[in-house]
């Protein structure tokens, strides 16, 4: 299959609209405005609709009303664009409706700047609106991954019914590789519970309004139902790639842009006699946290890198659960973290001695 080269914004909207993706709604803010450039552009050609809304708010609520009717509903996004989407986020997950949801990060907090960062982590991962819900959330290193990556959030958000968000940042959303992108015939999904009229069946009703609380409240027993299905992408949606992990004294956890360069420090630091490996979360939710606490059995130490002041390391600390060392290397405001950075973070943290176990902060 031929490849073609494109900008990771291009090669994602292209991969939506192949994905069946006919909706799209957005706002213009960089690193991603190339999405709903293209976006306005493709659709068309499929039998699409293209708006671009007043305000990022508006957007996403345009996505919850398309996604209502049954149809394939995306929007994109820079930090503080996904910052204003995070009520009407809240809404999507507990109405379960299926909507894809990007977001190419910058520096910040505020506005910040148009840099690469991968500080909305915790707001991606925890739940930045309100209320006991989760998205599922992909993280691509490469264009590749990106074009299949959105396929298959596409597929999962129908499957669970549920928004997926595609975590990104500026280097990956302007960067150009060849990708391949097949023909791609979306699963056909039955949607029962869409709002498509009732001639012949009774009524629907899609809401995140349940008045009644205590032990027998609607909503109560609604957050439960919610709680099966994210345990259930718990146990079978975690993502992950490990490279050099079968002989690493030392591990490195990054991921996105970070675990780029990353890999290419692991490459030298094995190259100057340190037994480097990495772990890259491909989900953020869920969570790869079996395979590092697994790794944490057997190796020194972990080194988190990451493009800001320090997030996932977080749950990398949790996942660890003090079994060996954990030190961060960082650097936020839209800075990128440098090959030359990471191997000297990996000098400091390597253990003295055979099964020495220590904790270093590096920053």
Request: aromatic share 6%; hydrophobic share 45%; charged share 20%.
């Amino acid at each position: 299959m031929s490849k073609v080269l494109l900008s990771g914004n291009e090669a994602l909207a292209e991969a939506a609209v192949r994905a069946g993706c006919k909706r799209y709604f957005g706002y213009p803010i960089t690193p991603q405005n190339e999405i709903p450039e293209y976006m306005s552009r493709r659709l068309p050609e499929v039998g699409g609709t293209f708006v671009q809304a007043e305000s990022e708010i508006a957007a996403i609520n345009m996505v919850f009303g398309a996604s209502a009717v049954g149809d394939r509903a995306m929007t994109s996004s820079s930090s503080p664009g996904i910052s204003l989407m995070q009520e009407t986020l809240s809404y999507l997950a507990a109405a379960e409706l299926p909507a894809v949801i990007v977001n190419m990060q910058r520096g910040g907090p505020g506005l910040g700047n148009i840099a690469p960062s991968q500080a909305d982590y915790f707001q991606a991962v925890k739940g930045g609106g309100h209320g006991d819900y989760k998205l599922l959330v992909y993280a691509p290193a490469s264009l590749q991954e990106v074009v299949n990556l959105t396929v298959q959030a596409f597929e999962k958000a129908d499957e669970y019914r549920t928004p997926v968000m595609i975590l990104g940042d500026g280097v990956i959303g302007q960067m150009m590789e060849p990708v391949e992108l097949p023909e791609i015939t979306p699963k056909r999904i039955e949607k029962p519970w869409a709002l498509t009229g009732a001639e012949g069946r009774p009524g629907n009703v899609i809401r995140s309004l349940f008045m009644l609380p205590g032990e027998d409240g609607m909503l109560e027993r609604h957050n439960y139902k919610l709680k099966i299905k994210y345990d259930r992408m718990v146990e079978n949606e975690v993502m992950h790639e490990s490279v050099h992990l079968e002989d690493a004294e030392i591990v490195i956890v990054a991921f996105g842009t970070a675990a780029r360069i990353a890999r290419t420090a692991v490459s030298i630091a094995r190259s100057q006699g340190i037994k480097a490996g990495l772990i890259r979360p491909i989900t953020l939710f869920p969570f790869p946290e079996q395979i590092i606490a697994a790794a944490a059995e057997r190796v020194e130490h972990i080194l988190v890198a990451e493009m800001n002041m320090g997030q996932m390391v977080e749950d990398v600390r949790l996942a660890v659960n003090g079994r060996t060392g954990v030190s961060f290397y960082g650097r936020p405001g839209g800075a990128v973290l440098t090959v030359e950075d990471i191997v000297s973070a990996l000098q400091s943290a390597v253990p003295r001695g055979a099964g020495q176990k220590k904790m270093h902060t590096v920053r």
